[in-house]
């Protein structure tokens, strides 16, 4: 089974910064798939950003690019996604989520998605 804890939310003002933290556990393979999406309340779970496990490539909800980038530390199984230019739109609770085998063309879709962790909450105020 495989767990997956976020940390660093909180709150921030517009344009200001946050980095969140996602570590794994358990029987976890690199060629899984890692990814953030968000929700807001009365609102449906929303892609934000992906690394792909077959390539490692990073993919963005076009809203964030620019402004979040998403990494991956394979030695300690953690997944970063360093927010900058934070918007009050960008206020929701994040969840990190873990996938066995996720297709390039729908990293985007919570269903590819086996593993989800708690959530942690980003309050931007204006």
């Known amino acids: 089974q495989v767990q997956l804890v976020e940390t660093g939310g909180g709150l921030a003002q517009t344009g200001g910064s946050l980095n969140l933290f996602c570590v794994a556990s358990g029987r976890i393979y690199t060629y899984y798939t890692m990814a953030w999406f968000r929700q807001s309340p009365g609102k449906e779970r929303e892609f934000v950003a992906a690394?792909?496990?077959?390539?490692?490539?990073?993919h963005y909800l076009d809203d964030v690019k620019g402004r979040f980038t998403i990494s991956r530390d394979t030695a300690k199984n953690t997944l970063i996604l360093e927010m900058n230019g934070l918007r009050p739109e960008d206020t929701a609770a994040y969840y990190c989520?873990?996938?066995?085998?996720?297709?390039?063309?729908?990293?985007?879709?919570?269903?590819?998605?086996?593993?989800w962790g708690q959530g942690t909450q980003v309050t931007v105020s204006s």
């Open positions: 989520a873990m996938g066995r085998i996720v297709p390039v063309q729908a990293a985007q879709l919570p269903q590819q998605y086996d593993y």
């Open positions: 690394v792909m496990g077959v390539d490692g490539s990073s």
